[in-house]
């Protein structure tokens, strides 16, 4: 594989992946039906704080550095700058801030097949190659940071995957839902691919048939069906936020996608100014899509 990202694909990439965030964060474990409503002020939660942390760990070592990155994580959560954290990645940053290796601290078992490292692999997808071994083995090292568990890896691939397919092509709906199975190892992940190419549901079809949950196979296919069908970003938010359940994690990975497949033009600029701390994170991210563009 050998992929060209431009600056305003990787920007708007990470800039949608904060606009959903924040959009959706007030209606996280909202019922089914929900009525999405903008908010006066918008407050992006972890999924995009770790994100943001990875990009600046990856632009001071020049690489992805599972060490620098979870050395980044570190103290981000000792300045008590990530917000809202899931058991899994709480118990992997607490260990880390006390000294823990970045290689044994990710929460291990069923039970830790979160989205979480899914989310922020946004930027990785701007610079690591799935077809080579070392890549991968990166890939599911950073992963492993708050998430040891293969679930979580494959879901992270595919999000991967993903966004690389979505920022060089425009790919039909059914043909990129087959596409992403059949580049997956054998797991849960992608036996829900496979239905999805069988079915071809709607997003709330989908949300109905599986859930809309915190589960990694639930909502890393949720997310990609979503950007993957949606025209507009707005439209998309509101589709997510009426399936109810993890809506702002699902609206992240979305965003990101939408954001890779159309650029910064796509994104409602006025709501991006309502982002808490907008000013300091567009720099971030502008200074990682102006120095890993292709």
Known sequence: MEAFFQSDCILGCLLGGALGDALAAPFENCVV?????????????????????????????????????????????CGRRITGLGSSTLKSLTELAAGGHWALVGATGERSAGNGAAIRVAPLAFLLNPDDLADRRTLRDVCRITHHNDESYVGALAMLLALQKIACDQPRVDDFMSQLAEALPDSRMRDRFVQIAEDSPTVLEYATRFGATGYVVDSVPLAILAATQAVEFLPMIQQI?????????????????????HGTASLPRELLTRINEAHAMQVVFEDFASTFQV
């Open 33 to 77: 039906g929900t009525a999405f409503e903008v908010q006066s002020f918008l407050r992006i939660t972890d999924d995009t704080q770790l994100t943001l942390a990875t990009c600046e760990a990856i632009i001071a070592a020049g690489r992805a550095d599972p060490a620098a990155i979870a050395a980044r994580f570190a103290t981000w959560h």
């Open 241 to 261: 936020v009426a399936c109810g359940g993890d809506v702002d994690s699902i609206g992240a990975m979305a965003g990101q996608l939408h954001g890779a497949r």
